[in-house]
């Protein structure tokens, strides 16, 4: 399973940037996608996840405190894809984004795969 993302760039303070994240290989079930971030000297931070329920309704979205209300992951299920929408951006968000992701090929087992990161650059 590979996990490919785009997205990162140069933005000011209070721009916007979407990030997309697709999974290719051998994939039976995603369990979840979503995004971490490691800022220089700083360890890294889940950004949000979208993890899959039982049923579509019991899917659910986590957020790290600090980007509530201004970030929004997605996902598109039939692409094994997922998506950042980051608005408001503050030059504390700056740093490299991950994408990760839980994926199962198998029914027995559910393995982690990090994409390459993406820088975000938010000046101020």
């Known amino acids: 399973v590979q996990l490919q993302a785009s997205g990162g760039g140069f933005v000011q303070a209070g721009g916007s940037l979407r990030l997309s994240c697709v999974a290719s290989?051998?994939?039976?079930?995603?369990?979840?996608m979503g995004w971490y971030r490691q800022a220089p000297g700083k360890q890294r931070e889940l950004v949000a996840v979208?993890?899959?329920?039982?049923?579509?309704?019991?899917?659910?979205?986590d957020y790290a405190e600090s980007v509530k209300g201004r970030f929004t992951v997605s996902r598109d299920n039939a692409k094994n894809a997922v998506y950042l929408q980051m608005n408001n951006l503050k030059p504390e968000d700056t740093a490299v984004y991950f994408c990760?992701?839980?994926?199962?090929?198998?029914?027995?087992?559910?393995?982690?795969?990090w994409g390459q990161g993406t820088l975000v650059t938010v000046s101020s």
């Open positions: 990760h992701a839980k994926i199962s090929d198998s029914p027995y087992d559910s393995y982690d795969y």
């Open positions: 290989g051998s994939i039976l079930r995603v369990n979840a």
């Open positions: 979208h993890t899959t329920g039982t049923m579509i309704t019991d899917d659910s979205t």
